[in-house]
């Protein structure tokens, strides 16, 4: 490869602190842990096969990170690697935590990595806890298959003849032998869209490595690594209008630092003891049935409640409905959430191709009164009319542009936040919802399908306490609350998690 070709472009601010974070923190690392169903037990060399292809048909998992004149700059490697490794663990959870705690070597690449565990798997759980505390009907799942569970946050065993039936009961039954790959991302690299995209492409590798004799095609790449040009275009554009505009511009950065100023009062009711206290993220899933799933769906659009707000809506009232149990007597309380969203969304033209971190934030303040959750509606409406009106009027436009002004191009401060991050975080949670992914992801073929996808990420060294993944993938909702376990005991985190699931079917069932 020719020197100047190899290299791609500076790292924008925003990537800078995700190198930052991953690389001396060991923070901001995310990991999609899938759940593949295949006719034929899967051998090693067809899995590394599709992973040596998949570095070849994605230009942002041949990228490293390198100091240049003073810059980060994204460099194309200089040779194939992949790092992939075949874990005897049987405890997915623990191997997760462990992917999203672990620092790649940006300077030498490659800045992902896949973990294989050939004897993992998923019990449907969830359901059975929803039979437990709802009156919804669930899907069953056999005495011998609860027999084998082993807890409720995250229910596993071991495949002993690697043939099992616990991923979907919907993929056809030739597809009985079951494993678990994991895919960790440097975050500069991708988001939830890339990810995605990098998901669908490796099954489809996956599915033509399990044919004896096939070779994939890498000829076609599945999309190019944007600069997010279009971004920077729309920030710089919306500061121009707002140097016009120095009352507008006044008001949005009077805001901005206001909500800046926002701490959380739920860490300080439910204290961690230092005992309990661990500089990790960990995860609790939740996936629903197709039926609790539809059944939730069907509520919030027969009420015109977008998912997205209804969800945010059952967040904030699953905390404030734990304070007033600890005896908090407040008659509102403030909620500030930090919402990603895809700013794709904003661009001229076709951003199907453009690949690499392109989220932006919004930051969500809702006035919630102790008793909203007799008033859900109205307050889910009132969720929902802030946030459109907060995407409508660009509002993460105006957090990227004031973050940017505030952070300059110095970043030890971001090094310093990370280094001592705060014990009284900004934001109560944060939410990444890619709502229903069958766009991006099928997950089919002839001989290995996607069984299970949930998404994971690491931020126990940020201002928030725990982080909500959301999506709908085969007609089934899950949910991922990763928390962190510098702030937030074990206990209390499913606690968050079994009041959240009761609120959600207690609405549906009462306003049904």
């Known amino acids: 490869m020719v020197e100047e070709e190899a290299w791609v472009r500076p790292l924008s601010p925003g990537e800078v602190v995700h190198e930052i974070g991953q690389a001396k923190h060991q923070h901001q690392l995310c990991c999609y842990r899938l759940g593949l169903c295949s006719a034929e037990a899967l051998m090693e060399d067809q899995i590394t096969s599709a992973l040596s292809a998949l570095f070849r048909t994605c230009p942002h998992l041949r990228l490293c990170i390198v100091e240049r004149g003073g810059e980060l700059w994204f460099r194309n490697m200089a040779q194939e690697s992949v790092d992939f490794s075949i874990s005897s663990n049987t405890n997915a959870a623990e191997e997760i935590e462990r992917q999203v705690t672990t620092s790649f070597v940006s300077s030498k690449g490659p800045v992902w990595r896949a973990v294989w565990l050939p004897f993992v798997e998923y019990v449907e759980d969830t359901e059975a806890e929803a039979e437990k505390n709802t009156s919804l009907p669930v899907e069953k799942t056999d005495k011998k298959t609860r027999a084998n569970s082993k807890n409720s946050e995250c229910q596993e065993k071991v495949a002993v003849d690697g043939v099992s039936r616990h991923w979907l009961p919907e993929v056809a039954e030739q597809f009985s032998h079951t494993s678990t790959l994991l895919l960790t991302f440097h975050h500069s690299i991708t988001d939830g869209f890339t990810s995605l995209k990098t998901c669908e492409q490796l099954i489809s590798l ?20 944007s600069d997010g040009a279009e971004t920077i275009r729309l920030v710089q554009e919306r500061n121009a209008f707002l140097e016009k505009q120095p009352k507008l511009r006044e008001m949005i950065e009077r805001d901005i630092a206001r909500i800046s100023q926002f701490r959380s009062i739920f860490t300080d009711t439910f204290p961690i003891s230092p005992e309990e206290q661990r500089n990790r993220t960990s995860s609790i899933v939740r996936r629903l049935s197709k039926d609790q799933t539809q059944k939730l769906m069907k509520f919030f659009r027969e009420e015109n409640i977008r998912f997205n707000s209804g969800f945010i809506a059952l967040v904030n009232l699953t905390l404030v409905e734990m304070l007033k149990k600890k005896g908090v007597k407040q008659r509102l309380f403030e909620i500030c959430s930090f919402n990603a969203i895809n700013m794709r969304r904003y661009w001229n033209g076709d951003s199907s191709r453009a690949l690499g971190c392109h989220f932006g934030p919004i930051s969500l303040v809702m006035d919630t009164a102790s008793s909203s959750v007799h008033q859900f509606l109205e307050y889910a409406h009132d969720v929902q009319t802030n946030m459109l009106d907060y995407i409508a009027q660009h509002r993460a436009l105006d957090e990227c542009l004031f973050l940017d002004v505030k952070r300059g191009t110095n970043h030890s401060n971001m090094d310093e936040f990370f280094a001592s991050p705060p ?34 990420n690491s931020f126990h060294r940020y201002n928030s306490t725990f982080v909500f993944a959301v999506h709908t993938y085969r007609k089934r909702l899950y949910f991922t609350m990763d928390f962190n376990a510098r702030l937030l005991s074990k206990n209390v985190a499913e606690d968050v998690i079994a009041t959240l699931t009761n609120l959600m079917f207690d609405i549906v069932r009462q306003m049904s």
């Open 423 to 456: 014990l009284h975080p900004q934001f109560w949670y944060s939410l990444t919802n890619m709502g229903e992914v069958s766009s991006l992801l099928q997950g089919l073929g002839d001989k290995v399908q996607l069984g299970w996808i949930s998404r994971h």
């Open 206 to 225: 996956l599915n033509v490595t399990a044919c004896a004799g096939k070779v994939p095609n890498c000829s076609q790449q599945i999309g190019e690594f």
